[in-house]
């Protein structure tokens, strides 16, 4: 008998993905978390029905999440990542030796412990002595956080605790977390799905950061496979990766892909006016 995971992505779509196996279940106190094994896509980890993150396509959303605010803030130390828990976003950040500390934000202490026991290729780096993990609300860790170089908002859907991580409030809140150069970026997800969502995005950013981007990535698991990320900047633009910081492996960011994914197609454009 085949079984299969069905997400309903919006109230008219959905994605299907044969499973092999269910390897984790639990009701955690923010979310229903399941692992499971998939035919497709490797190892899953769904959250709330979501699928958040899966072996085979995460390198594409934390390469693109990481790799290029990191490389448009000129000399980065100290960064913040919000949501997150699955270590992705850390693990990339990592790759960049100008990096002094990673506090990782993440409200849900076992979305951090499942990703330890079940994803140690994408966890590695947790426990890596400049990587600091704090389990708490990043909505209101970030009104205290002070002199942060790029902070990167790695939610989950904007429903429930992750809400308020899509709000202007909070966008002016992380502004004030950043030094002089700052760089935030945040998945904004579905140009075809969510227009809404980026709207609001792009509107709250503008009121916090002087310049805002969106730009692209190619993620098949996620609702049309097609997804946007918002990038606010308080001076640095994007532009050319500095090739004496670019000797990191990756699969999916290059130079030129840093560059590429601010190209948008007309409709996208148009969503941003
Ligand atoms: N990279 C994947 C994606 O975008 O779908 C995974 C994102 S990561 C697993 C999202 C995390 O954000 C979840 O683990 C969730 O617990 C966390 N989260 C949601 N709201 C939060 C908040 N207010 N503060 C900190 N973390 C939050």
Known sequence: MDVWFTENQTASVRLGLKVQSVLHQETTPYQELVVAETAAYGRMLVLDGAVQTTTVDEFVY???I???PLMIHPRP???GIIGGGDGGAVREALKHPSIESVHLIEIDAQVVAAAKRYFP???LELDNPRA????TDGIEWV????DFDVMVVDSTDPVGPATGLFQAEFYQSVASALGDDGVMVAQSESPYLEPDVIQMVVRGMRSAFPIVRLYLAA????PSGFWSFTLGSKGPLPGPADAQRTNFATRYWTPDVHQACFQLPKFVEDLLL
């Open 66 to 68: 990481t790799h290029v």
């Open 143 to 146: 009104r205290q956080a002070r």
């Open 219 to 222: 993620i098949p698991t996620y």
């Open 132 to 135: 600091h993990v704090h389990c």
């Open 77 to 79: 130390k100290k960064i």
């Open 121 to 123: 290729e994408i966890s």
């Open 62 to 64: 934390h390469e693109m």
